[in-house]
């Protein structure tokens, strides 16, 4: 989405040579509609791949942390924190 891609280029532009931390949601968005909107790994991946390299420092199930999502219908929640390093 062009939104995303502002985000992304925002990101990059934000600290062109320092390292990212990035942490993202997933959940299947035909039971919540952003905001947040999830953001896969495979996205990351697709987004960031050319300019940085990826190290996933953790992935875990989030939804017992995150009541408002499960009360908004929300069955599974997934937190991803990458390592962003500039190539």
């Given at each position: 989405?062009?939104?995303?891609?502002?985000?992304?280029?925002?990101?990059?532009?934000?600290?062109?040579?320092?390292?990212?931390?990035?942490?993202?949601?997933?959940?299947?968005?035909?039971?919540?509609?952003?905001?947040?909107?999830?953001?896969?790994?495979?996205?990351?991946?697709?987004?960031?791949?050319e300019?940085?390299?990826?190290?996933?420092?953790?992935?875990?199930?989030?939804?017992?942390?995150?009541?408002?999502?499960?009360?908004?219908?929300?069955?599974?929640l997934?937190?991803?924190?990458?390592?962003?390093?500039?190539?």
């Amino acid at each position: 989405s062009p939104m995303r891609d502002r985000y992304c280029d925002h990101l990059r532009a934000l600290a062109p040579h320092a390292n990212i931390l990035l942490v993202t949601l997933t959940h299947d968005p035909k039971e919540k509609e952003g905001p947040p909107f999830p953001v896969t790994p495979e996205e990351v991946e697709t987004r960031f791949r050319e300019t940085h390299t990826i190290e996933v420092l953790e992935s875990r199930d989030a939804l017992m942390d995150n009541p408002s999502f499960a009360r908004q219908g929300v069955t599974a929640l997934v937190e991803h924190v990458f390592l962003l390093r500039p190539k």
